[in-house]
């Protein structure tokens, strides 16, 4: 069985100020893990995935995320917030492989707020 | 990554009544799965729906309440059944192509209100 736990539910920064959102996950194999960021009245955008090699990945809008197994973690970060990064992120985890091949596991969800 | 088009974009629905739900895809896809959002919180997986074969539910979820369609590599229907208030939610779906690793491409959702 899979599971995701992001903590905390908002977050909120300054306008250029490092966005950290935080994502542990459980699995009994290894993982694909994502993020994705949800607009106010829109569908679910692809930020980042980690499925194997490099640790670190980098996605669309300057974010990316690092990949701890030893602390089962993928959090999320940003250095420099913008306006328009005000949005709900997810995190998710799927299996490679097995009877949970394809299906998505979310986290709870971080709104962001990004004050000017 | 593929192009997901999911009408209605949203609805009003009087309970007791039933709503389906289009999914249409640009691409031929294996694997299609319908998601429920219900106000506020995340996202349960409702069904994973592959073509020429039968729709597979999660745990909470029944084929009488949520039947679903898959006719083609390119489309797929979820119906939302005899509503309630309860079922108030965004549905979306999501389709994975080229592998697990590609990531997962979720349409724009379709924000049902039961009244």
Same mark, same amino acid.
């Given at each position: @069985? *899979? ?28 993982? &694909?893990?994502? #993020?994705?960021?949800? !607009? ?9 995935? &980690? ?31 913008? $306006?328009?990064?005000?949005?709900? &992120? ?10 949970? !091949?394809?299906?998505?596991? %979310?986290? *709870? ?8 | ?9 949203? +609805? ?7 709503? /389906? ?6 691409? *031929?896809?294996? $694997? $299609?799965? #319908? ?11 409702? @069904?994973? @729906? ?13 084929? +009488? ?8 590599? /390119? %489309?797929?229907?979820? /119906? ?6 309860? +079922?108030?939610?965004? !549905? ?9 690793? &590609?990531? !997962? ?11």
């Amino acid at each position: @069985a *899979q599971s995701v736990t992001q903590l905390g539910s908002h977050v909120s920064v300054s306008e250029g100020a490092l966005v950290l959102l935080r994502c542990n996950y459980s699995s009994s194999v290894p993982p &694909y893990l994502f #993020w994705y960021v949800q !607009y106010p009245n829109q569908g679910l955008q692809l930020l980042l995935k &980690y499925t194997t090699g490099a640790t670190l990945v980098k996605g669309i809008n300057g974010f990316e995320a690092e990949f701890k197994k030893s602390e089962t973690s993928f959090h999320l970060t940003k250095p420099s917030a913008h $306006m328009s990064d005000a949005a709900e &992120y997810f995190c998710a985890v799927s299996a490679p492989g097995g009877t949970s !091949y394809g299906k998505l596991t %979310f986290g *709870q969800g971080t709104i962001l707020t990004v004050h000017p | 990554s593929a192009v997901i088009s999911q009408k209605p974009s949203r +609805d009003i629905c009087q309970r007791g009544t039933s709503l /389906t739900i289009q999914c249409q895809v640009d691409s *031929q896809v294996t $694997m $299609m799965f #319908w998601y429920r959002q219900q106000p506020g919180q995340s996202l349960t997986l409702i @069904a994973t @729906a592959n073509q020429g074969s039968e729709a597979t539910y999660e745990s909470g979820f029944v084929i +009488d309440k949520f039947p679903i369609s898959r006719p083609n590599l /390119t %489309f797929s229907t979820l /119906t939302v059944s005899n509503m309630s208030p309860e +079922d108030s939610s965004i !549905y979306l779906c999501s389709v994975e192509r080229g592998g697990a690793s &590609y990531g !997962y491409t979720f349409g724009s959702g379709t924000r049902l209100t039961v009244v």
